[in-house]
């Protein structure tokens, strides 16, 4: 076989394999559901409100709080939580608010700064809603 057409071909497996796994890592990532654990902070800031979420929804309804203020999502339920803005299924009204997913038990804190008016809900049970306003 001649060495030019050799290399033609290894070079077209490399471009083709690299573009499948870009292909591959953008299918994933488009169809998985937030989990932006980043979101947590150190827990020894104590938080200005706390959030629960129960088999009921979420206590309270609403909940404000200022700029830079701490606030706790406890999961107190039997199920999974996963904690994300509004709206349903984008989540991008403020995307500081998309914590992700909260275990039962588990409580995750965040900080918020951008102000304004927001709502949130159980991405996995979209019924089950809040707002919370950051002055």
Do not use: R
Not at 35 to 50: C, F
Not at 58 to 66: C, E, H
Not at 89 to 95: I, N, Q
Request: a negative charge; zero cysteines.
């Amino acid at each position: 076989m001649n060495q030019k057409v050799l290399w033609g071909i290894i070079v077209a497996i490399v471009v083709i394999g690299g573009a499948t796994g870009i292909y591959l890592a953008m299918q994933k990532d488009a169809g998985a559901p937030s989990n932006n654990t980043s979101k947590t902070t150190d827990s020894t800031k104590p938080a200005s409100a706390t959030i629960t979420y129960s088999d009921s929804g979420f206590s309270p309804n609403s909940v404000t709080v200022k700029s830079g203020d701490t606030v706790a999502i406890k999961n107190t339920s039997s199920s999974d939580l996963q904690f994300d803005s509004d709206p349903h299924p984008v989540h991008t009204d403020d995307e500081e608010l998309n914590v992700g997913t909260v275990t039962p038990g588990q409580t995750a804190t965040f900080t918020v700064t951008t102000k304004g008016t927001f709502g949130y809900h159980n991405h996995l049970n979209a019924s089950d809603t809040g707002t919370i306003i950051i002055q």
